[in-house]
Nanobody, 123 residues
Framework: QVQLVESGGGLVQPGGSLRLSCTVP????????IGWFRQAPGKEREGVSCVMSKESSVYYGESVKGRFTASRDDAKNTVYLQMNSLKPEDTAVYYC????????????????WGQGTQVTVSS
């Protein structure tokens, strides 16, 4: 079973930055579209970003546009989510997912998921 691995989460003050990474040892991600989702306590999981294969397109949720940047380095088999100007409402568990997607923020479009990494924005 393919298990994506997220890293880079942690505690950061409001206005700070974090960079999340997503990779899969022994499994190539370069043909897949990679989505980032997040789930805050008591809330449904929401789509944050999706970087399509070959970085042909990148999509962002409205709440993160202008603050988050998704990218991929296929040579390193890694996808990144750079998060700037973080707000307390960005606090959530962040997940990456891989699939061949037509709808970037529909969870059922994705075949493989990670376990998530916690991001906490607090002073």
């Amino acid at each position: 079973q393919v298990q994506l691995v997220e890293s880079g989460g942690g505690l950061v003050q409001p206005g700070g930055s974090l960079r999340l990474s997503c990779t899969v040892p022994g499994f190539s991600l370069d043909a897949y579209d990679i989505g980032w989702f997040r789930q805050a306590p008591g809330k449904e999981r929401e789509g944050v970003s999706c970087v399509m294969s070959k970085e042909s397109s990148v999509y962002y949720g409205e709440s993160v546009k202008g603050r988050f940047t998704a990218s991929r380095d296929d040579a390193k088999n890694t996808v990144y989510l750079q998060m700037n100007s973080l707000k307390p409402e960005d606090t959530a568990v962040y997940y990456c997912a891989a699939g061949y997607v037509d709808y970037p923020f529909v969870e059922s479009e994705y075949d493989y998921w990670g376990q998530g990494t916690q991001v906490t924005v607090s002073s």
